[in-house]
């Protein structure tokens, strides 16, 4: 199923989308990798204010490249979000609601997801051009020295997104896998 959503996402939203549905996202999102988000999950353990609210917000695991004149941003593919999995489930603890990259999650992240009612998105790898089409702006909000791993506070208008885990721990990697196999067995 397609869905439209805004952000930040709320809890409703988030027990809306299951494993497989696309989804079209507007709103801000905030990019961060993995030296980020080590020193959000220091500030965190130090007690300490983080650079922006994460409560309902979602998280794209981005390094864009330098943006060409007049453009906000350059290609803008995911990244691997096994490397943020150390650090998510305190983000998730934190209120954060979506996370948005490719590939597979590990079960503490999941369990994390479940407990705390959050969903992760795939973006399309290998489309970066493209995706960078879908932001309207993007400003440098903290961590400057971080080049491309800063965090950017990015406006993005339908963003094409496929829910891989849903806030019940479903896997549309395992999901999908599965009724491939079926098909070809009945070939």
Not at 12 to 28: I, M, P, R, T
Not at 88 to 93: I, N, Q
Not at 99 to 104: P, R, V
């Amino acid at each position: 199923m397609e869905r439209r959503i805004n952000t930040p996402i709320t809890e409703e939203s988030v027990k809306e989308l299951k494993a497989g549905d696309s989804v079209l996202l507007s709103g801000y999102v905030y990019t961060a990798r993995d030296a980020a988000h080590k020193r959000l999950v220091e500030l965190i353990e130090q007690g300490k204010a983080l650079p922006f609210d994460v409560t309902g917000q979602v998280v794209y695991y981005v390094g864009p490249t330098p943006a060409r004149e007049g453009q906000p941003i350059g290609s803008a593919g995911p990244t691997t979000s096994y490397r943020m999995d150390a650090y998510t489930p305190a983000l998730l603890d934190q209120g954060l609601k979506g996370m948005i990259g490719k590939g597979e999650r590990g079960p503490a992240v999941v369990e994390s997801m479940k407990k705390n009612g959050a969903v992760y998105f795939a973006a399309i790898g290998g489309a970066a051009a493209l995706t960078a089409k879908r932001v309207v702006s993007a400003e440098l909000i903290a961590y400057e020295d971080l080049g491309a791993e800063a965090i950017r506070k990015l406006y993005v208008e339908d963003l094409p997104l496929v829910v891989v885990i849903d806030s019940e721990g479903n896997n549309f990697y395992d999901i999908g896998q599965e009724a491939y196999l079926k098909t070809v067995k009945q070939v």
